[in-house]
């Protein structure tokens, strides 16, 4: 018969055409834990190093994981793949407060076991990423790709994290981990994880480059540097905090109007038209004859020191004599 006749499973179809979205309901993938894990510096070390630090990020899951009691979590991964400079793999979402805590500690600890003891010059440093969603998992090829997995990858990538293992000592921090909000609210945040929340940091996370921004939380086992003082990794410097008093410039010069300043001590300053009498007692220091001025009449013939006549400037005694009447003007 031909083979049209009897044709042989999977021969000769084309593969089938996903149904497209929100054309019709359909269930949900299962919901699985995401781990990635990231080496930072990666493509900083030299060339030679690459495969040895590729081949020692999975060995190094593998025992952390072992050593924390968890091997379960490792030998039940799901569609698990190498990134190069990382690892990724699947999880039963209900063992994800484990992996907080208390594989977290343990990865830390056995990072700076690697470091002790490495025969190389490679320092292991590690930014792990934790997300919970949705993915495709039949036991299939490209299984385990969705937007929980980008996410994933796009949080492990973000500012906050890298900031993280940037801001600290390469010889005390080793991990970093960011969470989804997800993950945080359901393992942390619903108290299934060992870990207080007040351990956890809200963060925004964001790439450059990449149009992402979610709020995210960080977690960092042994922290140091920066991470010990109040700044929070990803975020600004915080400003000083404003008192409410406005302070005047120390050294700023008044402003100029176009007019000459007119500054009168123990005096009157006049500009126009004054209308009857001015009266000003003052007690002076220096030897002052009629000490009183009142109605603009200097009674008793001088006024030694520096004084005020009509908004003018005086010094010594220029102005000091009056002749004639002082009265005339009112006429």
Request: some cysteine.
């Amino acid at each position: 018969m031909s083979d049209f006749g009897n044709p042989q499973p999977g021969a000769g179809r084309l593969p089938e055409a996903t149904a497209q979205p929100f054309s019709r309901s359909r269930r949900l993938p299962p919901y699985r834990g995401i781990v990635a894990v990231d080496a930072k510096g990666f493509t900083g070390h030299p060339a030679i190093e690459h495969g040895e630090i590729s081949r020692a990020i999975p060995e190094l899951l593998e025992k952390s994981f072992v050593r924390a009691d968890l091997a379960e979590v490792w030998d039940d991964r799901r569609f698990p793949a190498s990134t190069g400079d990382g690892y990724v793999f699947g999880c039963d979402p209900g063992r994800m407060p484990f992996v907080i805590h208390p594989w977290l500690h343990t990865l830390q600890e056995m990072l700076e076991e690697f470091q002790l003891h490495t025969s190389g010059t490679v320092g292991m440093r590690l930014r792990v990423g934790l997300n919970i969603g949705p993915l495709p998992d039949r036991g299939r090829d490209f299984d385990g790709n969705g937007t929980a997995r980008n996410d994933t990858h796009r949080l492990l990538d973000s500012r906050p994290v890298k900031d993280a293992l940037a801001t600290s000592s390469a010889s005390v921090t080793h991990v970093a981990a960011i969470l989804s909000d997800r993950c945080y609210q359901d393992a942390v945040l619903g108290g299934y994880t060992g870990r207080h929340p007040d351990h956890f940091r809200e963060v925004t996370a964001t790439v450059e480059g990449k149009p992402f921004e979610q709020r995210a939380w960080l977690f960092v086992p042994s922290p140091s540097g920066d991470l010990l003082g109040n700044r929070t990794a990803g975020d600004e410097r915080a400003e000083p905090a404003s008192t409410g008093v406005v302070q005047e410039a120390a050294a700023a010069p008044p402003a100029r109007t176009g007019r000459p300043m007119v500054r009168a001590d123990r005096s009157n300053v006049n500009s126009g038209t004054v209308h009857g009498g001015q009266n000003v007692t003052n007690v002076l220091r220096g030897p002052v004859s009629g000490g009183v001025v009142q109605g603009g009449v200097v009674r008793g013939g001088s006024v030694r020191g520096i004084g005020s006549v009509g908004g003018d400037y005086v010094e010594g005694n220029k102005g000091d004599t009056v002749h004639g009447d002082k009265n005339e003007y009112r006429r």
